[in-house]
């Protein structure tokens, strides 16, 4: 060993990581993430239908119409890459809404898979699932996997 270098241990290596960690400004990066959104993303609104009750219980299809939640946010839309298309899950022009966490309210950030539809200017798309990129208990980013209605 060089006389000059200095040996650093396995137990200090894994202080100086989790020190790192420990400092990595999760508020931050979810305002960073909301602007480069914000930025670059287009207005589209995310649709929750509450179904109704029925008046006859013995026939839940005569429910009521129920009623719907909306709201409008910003979202980066892009495509799935080749090799995660597999023909089932992920079919050929299904498409990954990038939202923002901070732009849904609050009160609907725990439901996010709760939602049913994206319109995007005169499309509609079905949530087929909602990852929820959540460092520790902050979520950041929803990455809304949707597919064409009616395919």
Same mark, same amino acid.
């Given at each position: 060993?060089?006389?000059?270098?200095?040996?650093?241990?396995?137990?200090?290596?894994?202080?100086?990581?989790?020190?790192?960690?420990?400092?990595?400004?999760?508020?931050?990066?979810?305002?960073?993430?909301?602007?480069?959104?914000?930025?670059?993303?287009?207005?589209?609104? &995310? =649709? *929750? +239908?509450?179904?109704?009750?029925?008046?006859?219980? %013995?026939?839940?299809?005569? @429910?009521?119409?129920?009623?719907?939640?909306?709201?409008?946010?910003?979202?980066?839309?892009?495509?799935?890459?080749?090799?995660?298309?597999?023909?089932? &899950? =992920? *079919? +050929?022009?299904?498409?990954?809404?990038?939202?923002? %966490?901070?732009?849904?309210? @609050?009160?609907?950030?725990?439901?996010?898979?709760?939602?049913?539809?994206?319109?995007?200017?005169?499309?509609?798309?079905?949530?087929?699932?909602?990852?929820?990129?959540?460092?520790?208990?902050?979520?950041?980013?929803?990455?809304?996997?949707?597919?064409?209605?009616?395919?």
């Amino acid at each position: 060993m060089d006389s000059g270098a200095v040996e650093t241990c396995d137990y200090c290596k894994t202080q100086a990581v989790l020190i790192m960690a420990a400092t990595i400004d999760y508020v931050k990066m979810a305002s960073d993430v909301a602007t480069i959104i914000s930025n670059n993303g287009r207005n589209v609104t &995310i =649709i *929750k +239908k509450v179904k109704g009750t029925p008046a006859d219980v %013995a026939k839940p299809w005569r @429910a009521d119409t129920g009623s719907t939640t909306e709201e409008t946010v910003k979202a980066v839309i892009g495509n799935f890459k080749s090799e995660e298309i597999d023909g089932r &899950i =992920i *079919k +050929k022009g299904d498409k990954k809404f990038l939202i923002a %966490a901070n732009a849904v309210s @609050a009160a609907e950030r725990p439901k996010i898979r709760d939602f049913d539809l994206v319109t995007d200017s005169s499309e509609t798309w079905r949530i087929m699932g909602v990852d929820v990129v959540e460092p520790g208990s902050l979520p950041i980013l929803f990455i809304m996997h949707v597919s064409k209605k009616g395919t």
